[in-house]
């Protein structure tokens, strides 16, 4: 039988554990600098508890510095995800580039497909980061189609936030952590120039961690947290 939740009513189970469960995470970044800006302040709680984490970043951004030649911007942008992993304290060897082409990622998902279950073959990550179905931006839900595609088995998903606020049912408080995601962020000097994106993100996160009940919580990210089956459940059939 298939499980069914209403998004609306996420909120009213909202909690704040510390972490959530698994040591062996993968997440999914359309493009370098999603994994910091929606999820950074976790994937720093998991490191600081010693679990392994593998980045996969699906296209490298191409089309994401105004003026500059795709190749030099993919030189560029993998260059500031290493800088962002590193001040994270993520190996640069668990970091993948796919390499799809951004903006265009459902173009090239027979390939995606290949690798990410390659991916998901070798490592069997017991959680998965990926933007929300939600975000409004179409390869980060090409990201959604991709991994429901690409599970064989349930696994527990928690679904970040960037483009789009979503109604989340869990939040990580990352008060601790945000100068760290802070100086991450800054990697992305490529990215900041376009857009003030560190204000943006850092203004989400107070505003999640404000508004929970905890003065304690000053930062938080919100995140839609479920298993994978229910999650994509509710996910609508196109973008
Ligand atoms: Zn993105």
Redesign the pocket.
């Given at each position: 039988m298939q499980v069914r939740i209403r998004l609306h009513q996420l909120y009213a189970q909202l909690q704040a554990p510390q972490l959530f469960a698994g040591k062996k995470i993968l997440v999914l970044?359309?493009?370098p600098?999603?994994e910091v800006?929606?999820c950074g302040g976790a994937l720093i709680k998991h490191v600081q508890a010693g679990h392994e984490i593998q980045v996969v970043y699906l296209t490298s951004?191409e089309q994401g510095i105004a003026g500059k030649m795709p190749t030099e911007t993919i030189e560029i942008r993998e260059r500031e995800a290493q800088n962002a992993l590193e001040i994270m304290g993520i190996p640069a060897k668990n970091a993948f580039f796919f390499r799809g082409p951004d903006g265009a990622l459902h173009d090239k998902m027979a390939e995606m497909l290949q690798k990410t279950q390659q991916v998901l073959q070798n490592f069997q990550p017991d959680l998965i980061y990926l933007?929300s179905f939600l975000?409004r931006?179409a390869?980060?839900f090409t990201a959604n189609r991709l991994l429901q595609a690409a599970l064989v088995k349930n696994v527990q998903v928690a679904a970040y936030e960037?483009?789009t606020p979503h109604i989340p049912n869990r939040l990580i408080d990352i008060s601790r952590q945000i100068a760290i995601k802070q100086k991450a962020m800054q990697a992305y000097a490529s990215q900041l120039a376009q857009l003030d994106y560190e204000a943006a993100l850092l203004g989400l996160n107070r505003y999640r961690g404000g508004m929970y009940t905890n003065p304690e919580v000053v930062y938080a990210e919100a995140y839609m947290y479920l298993r994978s089956d229910v999650y994509f459940a509710e996910m609508p059939a196109s973008y």
């Open positions: 970044a359309p493009h600098d999603d800006f929606g951004g933007p975000d931006h390869d980060h960037i483009w």
